[in-house]
């Protein structure tokens, strides 16, 4: 019965947030704890589907899990599911994780998964090759390509373990990523970093941008002026080279000059929370008003695009998304303009009350569209609902 009145009460606040109607401080902080609720419900069944007992620290691709389907996020040929999954996906267990721990009443309950997930991520942790690096796939089942892109989130969850603990040992192994992502830099069209070791053939957005977020994290954490220095050549290189006419960043350059005009929400989110960084560190107008602009030209384009009628935006993938709910979400905390804010919390709430399976995983559209909820579910489409709820209720536990 209790469970019942307090989602009914939910779902009756909601859309008080939504509108922009008047919130009391009551209000805000039963929405704060549903919102917790939620975020730890998810968490904790993406640990109950996703955790491999045999392998300590490590998840599967998928679940339901037959190790059957074709991953197409690798370069080259689709590569077959295997018995534990890939760093990308695990990345996203990492980065909800640590967004829980900034909660301070749960610091002290997940402290235990952070060490556990330190544990898995080491795991892809390549000393052979020079510098070190983390490719794609455990390095005790076999060798695989290390891509730049993912050892930028690897640089970003452990420097926001370092701010959750202040552990030296993630600053520093923060750094050592940064080390070994630099390393990809090179003056083809006029800088950047390639997608991944020993491929020259492009300079994505995903590489740059994690990579700049990197260094800025780093700089924040260390106040060492050479990452703040190199956050500004990375995003200089970015802002002039992949900002598309619309707005918008584009999906990578080819070594021609070409873009690659495909857009997708995360590479325009990662550059807009620089931006924001940016304009923390040195208090210079010009990253503000970028970071104002790319929002605005994020949100007009996602919301455009053809999408589900229900939804606000166009969800390309849920965690790309939820890298752009970051860059709103260290924008508002500049400006206070929740709009943009609002229009994800709309949509990841229709998905949370509509769009779950039989197991309350959630489909990677977030619409309850009846092939897709039959569908095994991604691990990185759940970790990061666990991730947006914890940062939600966080915003709402924090608004005035």
């Not at 730049?148 to 452990?158: E, Q, T």
């Not at 095994?376 to 940062?391: M, Q």
Request: glycine share 6%; charged share 25%.
């Amino acid at each position: 019965m209790n469970l019942k009145y307090n989602y009914l009460r939910a779902l009756l606040i909601i859309p008080v947030v939504l509108t922009g109607g008047f919130q009391t401080s009551s209000a805000q902080q039963n929405l704060s704890a549903e919102y917790q609720k939620r975020a730890e419900s998810m968490y904790s069944n993406v640990w109950k589907r996703y955790r491999v007992p045999a392998q300590v620290g490590l998840f599967s691709e998928n679940y339901p899990s037959n190790e059957k389907d074709t991953l197409n996020y690798f370069q080259g040929a689709g590569v077959k599911e295997k018995e534990v999954s890939f760093l990308w996906p695990f990345s996203g267990v990492f980065s909800a994780t640590n967004v829980l721990m900034k909660v301070p009443s749960l610091k002290a309950k997940y402290k235990p998964y952070q060490d556990s997930l330190v544990m898995g991520i080491e795991q892809y942790r390549d000393t052979v090759r020079k510098p070190a690096g983390y490719q794609a796939y455990p390095v005790k089942f076999e060798k695989t390509d290390r891509y730049y892109d993912d050892n930028g989130l690897v640089g970003i969850d452990y420097m926001e373990s370092y701010f959750n603990t202040k552990n030296p040992l993630y600053l520093q192994r923060a750094k050592d990523v940064f080390k070994f992502i630099l390393s990809g830099w090179n003056d083809d069209v006029g800088g950047g970093v390639t997608w991944l070791e020993g491929h020259k053939d492009q300079k994505p957005a995903c590489t740059n941008g994690m990579a700049t977020l990197t260094t800025l994290k780093i700089y924040e954490g260390s106040k060492d002026k050479y990452y703040l220095e190199q956050g500004k050549k990375f995003y200089k290189w970015m802002y002039n080279t992949l900002r598309d006419s619309t707005g918008v960043i584009v999906n990578d350059v080819k070594l021609d000059g070409k873009q690659n005009r495909t857009f997708y929400t995360y590479n325009t989110g990662s550059l807009l929370e620089a931006a924001v960084m940016l304009y923390k560190f040195t208090g210079e107008k010009q990253y503000l008003d970028q970071a104002k602009q790319l929002a605005r030209d994020s949100y007009k384009h996602f919301s455009n695009v053809p999408h589900y009628k229900n939804l606000t935006l166009q969800i390309d993938l849920p965690w790309f998304v939820t890298v752009l709910f970051r860059g709103y979400e260290a924008l508002y905390k500049v400006d206070g303009d929740y709009r943009y804010i609002a229009a994800i919390e709309k949509d990841l709430n229709y998905a949370w009350q509509n769009s779950r399976d039989q197991y309350g995983l959630t489909t990677n559209s977030w619409t309850p569209i009846p092939a897709e909820l039959k569908k095994p579910k991604w691990l990185l489409d759940e970790a990061c609902i666990a991730e947006l709820y914890a940062r939600l209720s966080i915003l709402q536990k924090e608004k005035k």
